[in-house]
């Protein structure tokens, strides 16, 4: 199988969103009503949507790049990839 697990990345994923929330259950449970854990909240809820978006993100490129290259997400080590189609994104001239 030539695709990259996901497995990994699922991970990471998850793990940064179960910290988020988490951190921010804990801020509106035991937190003090202070600036600074405003801010630390506004952080996390960042970060939450930016794994989300790149998580999704990531795996739209994933995608793109298997059905671009005919099944493969790259090419084996050693080999160079396939040439682009004329008009898609190849050399000029």
Known sequence: MDRPSWKHRRRVVFGALIFCALAI???????????????????????????????????AWDDRNV????????????????PAPPGEGGPVG
């Open 25 to 59: 259950t804990w801020l509106m449970i035991r937190g003090e009503d202070i600036r600074l854990h405003e801010t630390i909240a506004v952080g996390l809820i960042g970060l939450a949507v930016s794994v989300i978006g790149s998580y999704v993100f990531g795996a």
């Open 67 to 82: 059905m671009l290259h005919g099944g493969r997400a790259s090419a084996p080590s050693g080999e160079a990839p396939p």
